[in-house]
């Protein structure tokens, strides 16, 4: 079974900060998705990736296949990117979730 | 223009009844996927489908059944509902290659 584990649980942060929320994995992956669920529910994907970084705005994700990890990186956080993040692990044609980062970005 | 609209968005409903979820997606992509949100916002995937395969959750109740009318459609039907199914249930679609688009999703309350 593959374990999926995310950290911090909970984050608050202030305005402008750099914010990092890691993810690692157990099992080898096809490929790693960051999600991003906002407060009224909505689920975005941000990236799917299966290796190297990828960059998109002020979101940067990252994974290393070797130690079965990675990061989504937030630059300039600002309150809008209050929500919470997932990652999840697609293995074949299983998808394994993590529990999600809870993040406050304070003004 | 929603790209995957899920009907209704509200579903309340008394124990042992029968109901279905809709599901469109209008990007031309060929997976399609249900995922139920538990109560500790935990996801989990339930289906996924394509024009050639159906992949189940062994942990997912025979109760539950997806229904691909076409490409473009994934509905969910819950028979026999009970009280542990309430969740809120999200549709996705995606294309090989690209990432994923979810649906608004349905929040179920059994009762």
């Known amino acids: 079974k593959n374990e999926v584990e995310q950290s911090p649980q909970n984050l608050t942060a202030q305005e402008g900060e750099f914010i990092t929320i890691n993810c690692s994995y157990s099992?080898?992956?096809?490929?790693l998705h960051w999600l991003q669920q906002h407060p009224g529910g909505g689920i975005v994907s941000l990236f799917m990736l299966s290796s190297g970084k990828k960059k998109h705005g002020r979101l940067i994700a990252t994974i290393n296949i070797q130690e079965k990890h990675s990061s989504l990186h937030i630059t300039a956080s600002h309150p809008r990117d209050s929500a919470v993040y997932i990652c999840?692990?697609?293995?074949?044609?299983?998808?394994?979730f993590g529990t999600g980062t809870s993040l406050t970005v304070i003004p | 223009d929603t790209a995957v609209s899920q009907t209704p968005k509200y579903l309340v409903t008394q124990m042992g009844n029968d109901k279905s979820i809709k599901c469109e997606q209008n990007l031309g992509h060929d997976t399609m996927y249900w995922y139920k949100q538990d109560s500790k916002k935990f996801l989990k995937i339930m289906f996924s489908y394509n024009n050639k395969e159906l992949i189940i959750n062994e942990t997912v109740p025979n109760r539950f059944s997806p229904k691909s009318p076409d490409k473009a459609h994934l509905n969910l039907h819950i028979n026999s509902l009970e009280l542990g199914d309430s969740a809120v249930y999200f549709c996705?679609?995606?294309?090989?290659?690209?990432?994923?688009?979810f649906g608004s999703g349905t929040r179920l309350t059994v009762v």
């Open positions: 999840a692990d697609n293995t074949g044609n299983q998808f394994y």
């Open positions: 996705a679609s995606s294309q090989e290659g690209s990432g994923y688009t």
């Open positions: 099992v080898g992956i096809s490929a």
